[in-house]
């Protein structure tokens, strides 16, 4: 996507996380590489996840939108 030109990058898909479990590296380390080669132009995002049953129970982001490089949307 970056070589054709994109500047957003949106991503549907997701891995549930536990809470407490610590970011996946391959999602940020992709996400890290975008912004290094582009100067910071390519914004992606993600889906926060579906798996809560609010009011009485939440769940963590999940993989990749938990990653620090990458937008959570929800």
Do not use: C, K, W
Request: glycine share 14%; charged share 20%.
């Amino acid at each position: 996507a970056d070589e054709m030109g994109a500047r957003i990058i949106s991503m549907s898909l997701g891995s549930a996380r536990t809470a407490g479990q610590g970011v996946h590296d391959g999602y940020e380390t992709i996400a890290r590489r975008l912004r290094q080669r582009s100067n910071g132009g390519v914004l992606m995002f993600a889906a926060a996840g579906n798996g809560s049953r609010r009011p009485h129970y939440r769940e963590p982001v999940d993989d990749p939108a938990a990653s620090p490089s990458i937008l959570a949307v929800g």
